[in-house]
């Protein structure tokens, strides 16, 4: 059973960088057919995708927040990564890490992490 | 971006009621739709993909249908764990999006 958790810091400064790790435990994050995503939801709102990484290091971002934006992967310690730039208000939220788009599963997300609360303010 | 529009955006229910949830997407997405529940504090869980194929170990009181760009989730049978919020998601093209989200509560 794959699992995931998220760390980094609960509090951000406005402008700053948020980053968060994602710890993928009970699989291989290099395991071919997978792809590894953060997914973002707003305080009592809908997600929002932000995009995935391949274990190559080949990632998709969404438009909107790409030139915030960077993933990064360790394949040695079995994590991925976010950096978020020049932080606002608007990136408080609860920031999720999840196994996908899978195709075994239609491009859905069959595994996520808890999810982290990230807060934005000086 | 496709745009999903759930409704309701809240639904009341019984124990025992059948509930139905709807999702529309802006343009067709074949059956490319997926369904999630989540509670609160909790982390989205993946019911169904493909618009109608049950996630291993999901109750089959739960079933996903499509008509042309209308998708519907339905739980046949509410039970007491259920209540919760169920989110759609199209996964047909980038960058992938959700559905607003319904509400199901007593």
């Known amino acids: 059973q794959v699992q995931l958790q998220e760390s980094g810091p609960v509090l951000v400064k406005p402008s700053q960088t948020l980053s968060l790790i994602c710890t993928v435990s009970g699989g291989s994050i290099s395991s071919g057919a997978d792809y590894w995503s953060w997914i973002r939801q707003h305080p009592g709102k809908g997600l929002e995708w932000i995009g995935f990484?391949?274990?190559?290091?080949?990632?998709y971002y969404k438009p909107s927040l790409k030139s915030r934006v960077s993933f990064s992967v360790d394949t040695s310690k079995n994590q991925f990564s976010l950096n978020l730039s020049s932080v606002t208000a608007a990136d408080t939220a609860v920031y999720y890490c999840a196994r996908g788009p899978q195709i075994s599963s239609g491009n859905a997300f069959d595994f996520w992490g808890q999810g982290t609360t990230v807060t934005v303010s000086s | 971006d496709i745009q999903m529009t759930q409704s309701p955006s809240s639904v009341s229910a019984s124990v025992g009621d059948r509930v139905t949830i709807t999702c529309r997407a802006s343009q067709g997405i074949n059956s490319y739709l997926a369904w999630y529940q989540q509670k609160p504090g909790k982390a989205p869980y993946l019911l169904i993909y493909?618009?109608?194929t049950l996630q291993s170990g999901v109750p089959s009181r739960f079933s996903g249908s499509v008509s042309g760009t209308e998708f519907t989730l339905t739980i046949s049978s509410l039970q007491p764990e259920d209540f919760a919020t169920y989110f759609c998601q199209q996964a047909k093209s980038f960058p992938l999006t959700f559905g607003g989200g319904t509400k199901v509560e007593i």
């Open positions: 493909s618009a109608s």
């Open positions: 990484i391949y274990h190559s290091g080949s990632a």
